[in-house]
């Protein structure tokens, strides 16, 4: 699978973006997407995920109730829509595919983007 993050920029604190990643090679509806960052000077961390077919998705603390996940089949894409950004949401934004067996299984992701830069200013 290949994967294509787009969507980053810089945004006031407060702002909103939306980030996609078009997927690519394979059939995407046998896979579970990921959203991870990773911020300057840390390790990557996870964002949020969504099973095969969209009725699934989590979060990490940071994004409860500010970012929603969503995917689009007929588009081989997926989304992030973040809200009420802040500047500790900067980072760069990577989104992942892991078969949809391993859905909330564990954080191993066999596909990878090539990230998307989010600058959130104060």
């Known amino acids: 699978v290949q994967l294509q993050a787009s969507g980053g920029g810089l945004v006031q604190t407060g702002g909103y973006l939306r980030l996609s990643c078009a997927a690519s090679?394979?059939?995407?509806?046998?896979?579970?997407m990921g959203w991870f960052r990773q911020a300057p000077g840390t390790e990557r961390e996870f964002v949020a995920a969504?099973?095969?077919?969209?009725?699934?998705?989590y979060y990490a603390d940071s994004a409860k109730g500010r970012f929603t996940i969503s995917r689009d089949n007929a588009k081989n894409t997926v989304y992030l829509q973040m809200n009420n950004l802040k500047p500790e949401d900067t980072a760069v934004y990577y989104c992942?595919?892991?078969?949809?067996?391993?859905?909330?299984?564990?954080?191993?992701?066999?596909?990878w983007g090539q990230g998307t830069l989010v600058t959130v200013s104060s």
């Open positions: 969504i099973d095969w077919s969209g009725k699934s998705t």
């Open positions: 090679g394979r059939k995407f509806s046998d896979y579970a």
């Open positions: 992942a595919a892991q078969p949809a067996s391993r859905y909330r299984l564990g954080q191993r992701y066999d596909y």
